[in-house]
């Protein structure tokens, strides 16, 4: 029978006096014994007082990091290290380090819907904050004639293991702000605080070991600096971004037209003022915002809008971290830099700031913005970068509220409301859908050309595959009709003209539905309800209201070709087995609707 051998831990008090008596020996050895003694947290303190001998640690210093970030309260020993470490040596384990937590991400499932990236209880991001302290040191501590060249690698390694949660990122914030030399300005009051532990700022700096390396910093270097935070941030705002909702456009559009909220029904603006998780997303954007503005990110002119669109979107800034020349080399996140713009007038109109306004006009600016974020994968690019998108949505309703809607000939409103109408159609958030298709309509409706209206119109009822926009399209056409009316205009809706031109992609030749079994109209109808019901409705009010509209003849034609196979695919689809409620009485409104008619 095999014997189990059991190692036996030593002592706490053997352990204390093995540390503090060692020290002497050489330096192999002496690493060699707090491996075998540094087990547990009780032992730190001794550590942490032995470590007080700054040429010891400049010594070890550097070996001490991955073995004392596995012990739970080992912050203050770490700062010691970086405090008396040879910082060239240290800052390269805080890098190593913090690559073994982006690659430890990848072994936690993420659970914690309120907290994307983290599992409850999870260490990682208690490690970030302490490393991220200790980089904020040790980047100080570094007088090298071209810091630029550590910190670029360090940034990088940073967001490799960063996720965006309010914490973290507050751990971010903090070591931005320590690197610009600047002390972290307190919260504003409307904002839910968020506080982690910042060595840096808290310490005592006068304990930080000489730089035994030092050299005379090149003059170019605090403008590389600079503009590399720079860039660091703007790609941690576009990360923070995507993954919380931030809600802009809809919020926004509750601001501008508060008539439009319905009464004894909380707003979004109201969820996020009175929620402490909502409040602290605001929070922790509008410090990233400041931050960006103390680094010297506060003008928003021609040159600064051209250079997120004038350019490649789908670019990552970083990578350029590790091989950079000049000031020209490095590039601000485009996707941050939207975001940055959306804040801008989110914050002006919400929270009545002072940010900068963009010099810039729906067309051709935010147009040509809106047209090379989106691309050609336009389903792919909204559900990958959902913040992006709603920022991009804020940017032009801010706009359209300002009435800055072109700057000379150069207009395509089609192309542009048909990006618009997509967002509507693929982003994962409903508010943000409502609030695309809001948008959409408003500068359909403001357009002033009539014919310009009415080919966007034609075009999405004859052209689009989605129900959902084909349904919207019936409502604006409505909507221009009504006003027509209304205002007793002259134009391509006040005459029977425009039913004419639309009435083949309003009511379609559905005759094949009589040759359709269940299955096919089962799937017929999942795909096409939306649109069913809206031209139903649009139907009765034609038919009902405005009768002077309908060209001779069309009527008996609608009702052969468009109502009487619909109402009888629908009347079969009633008796299916399994058919659920929603659609029961969805039928049954379609049915009664199109036989009050009088079509068949």
Known sequence: MQETIVTKMPELSESIKAIQEAAKEDRFTYLT??????????????????????????????DLVQMLLKLQGSETCLETVARLGNPREVVIKVMEALEGLAMAWNDEVIVDV????????????????????????????????????????????????????????????????????????????????????????????????????????????????????????????????????????????????????????????????????????????????????????????????????????????????????????????????VCLIAYWIFSNDVFSSDSPYPD?????DHASMLARFLGREIQSEILSSPGIADALLAIGIGLEHRYLIKEGEDTDLMA???????????????????????????????????????????????????????????????EELITAKQENLTNRFSSSDVIETLQYSLFPDLLSLKDMDTESLVEFWAQNHLFLLQVANFAYFLFTGFKDLVPAGMGAAVGQRFVEPLVAAAEKLMKVDGAGGEDQMQLGILTDRLRSLGLQ
Not at 272 to 286: H, I, P, S, T, Y
């Open 33 to 62: 014994i707090l491996q075998y003694h540094v087990t547990s947290p009780e032992i730190l303190p001794t550590l942490n007082e032995v470590l007080q001998d700054a040429d010891l640690t400049q010594e070890i210093g550097w």
């Open 416 to 478: 542009y409301h048909h990006n618009l109408t997509l967002i509507s159609v693929f982003h994962p958030d409903i508010q943000v859908r409502s609030a695309a298709t809001t948008f959409a309509g408003s500068l359909l409706h403001a357009e002033p050309d009539d014919q310009a209206r009415l080919d966007i119109l034609e075009d999405l009822l004859e052209n689009c595959m989605f129900a959902s926009l084909k349904a919207c399209a019936i409502t604006w056409l409505k």
């Open 360 to 364: 810039m006009h729906i067309f051709p």
């Open 114 to 337: 309120d907290e994307p990236g983290v599992i409850p209880d999870s260490k990682i991001p208690g490690k970030f904050i302490t490393l991220l302290g200790m980089l904020a040191i040790l980047h100080r501590r570094i007088k090298t004639k071209y810091p630029s060249r550590f910190l670029g690698p360090s940034l990088v390694k940073v967001f490799e293991a960063y996720q965006p949660t309010p914490e973290m990122t507050a751990s971010v914030i903090n070591l931005v702000y320590s690197l610009s030399g600047r002390k972290r300005p307190p919260l504003p009051t409307r904002t839910s605080s968020i506080s982690v532990a910042n060595p840096d700022q808290d310490g005592d700096a006068s304990k930080n070991a000489p730089d035994p390396e030092a050299e005379q910093e090149d003059p170019k270097e605090e403008a590389m600096q600079r503009k590399l935070l720079q860039s660091f941030v703007t790609c941690i705002l576009q990360r923070y971004v995507n993954a919380h909702d931030m809600l802009w456009s809809p919020r926004l559009l509750e601001v501008y037209n508060p008539r439009r909220n319905i009464p004894g029904k909380k707003t979004i603006t109201e969820a996020f003022r009175e929620n402490e998780e909502l409040q602290k997303r605001d929070a922790v954007v509008g410090q990233l915002v400041a931050l960006l503005r103390d680094l010297g990110l506060d003008k928003c002119g021609q040159e600064f809008i051209k250079s997120v669109f004038g350019g490649p979107v789908h670019v990552d800034p970083l990578s350029a971290f590790d091989d950079f020349s000049s000031v020209d080399d490095i590039h601000f996140s485009p996707g941050g830099t």
